[in-house]
Nanobody, 120 residues
Framework: QVQLQESGPGLVKPSQTLSLTCTVS??????????WTWIRQPSGKTLEWMGA???????YYNPSLKSRTAISRDTSKNQFTLQLSSLTPEDTAVYYC????????????WGQGTQVTVSS
């Protein structure tokens, strides 16, 4: 059974950079045609796809966030990481990591989500 767990700070200040890590167990992030995604949901709003990293290390970003987003991975730890810079209160949301195999947008597993609040 594949499990994902997000970790990172719950409170960050405006203008800072958020760094979240997703630790994957039960599968390797280098498994063929697997994709590992970050998604967020502000309170009362719909899910927003932020970006993904594929099994080969290729990265894909939401154009609206691309200038502020970086996704990387540590294969030795089976983790992938989201960095979001120049934070504003509008970045306050629950952040999820998710995994898929074969079809990038058909998620087979999700983390439980982590609340991130941007406030001074």
């Amino acid at each position: 059974q594949v499990q994902l767990q997000e970790s990172g700070p719950g409170l960050v200040k405006p203008s800072q950079t958020l760094s979240l890590t997703c630790t994957v167990s039960g599968d390797s992030i280098t498994t063929d045609v697997s994709y590992w995604t970050w998604i967020r949901q502000p309170s009362g709003k719909t899910l927003e796809w932020m970006g993904a990293i594929g099994y080969s290390g290729s990265t894909y970003y939401n154009p609206s966030l691309k200038s502020r987003t970086a996704i990387s991975r540590d294969t030795s730890k089976n983790q992938f990481t989201l960095q979001l810079s120049s934070l504003t209160p509008e970045d306050t949301a629950v952040y999820y990591c998710a995994g898929s195999n074969g079809v990038p947008w058909e998620y087979d597993c999700w983390g439980q989500g982590t609340q991130v609040t941007v406030s001074s």
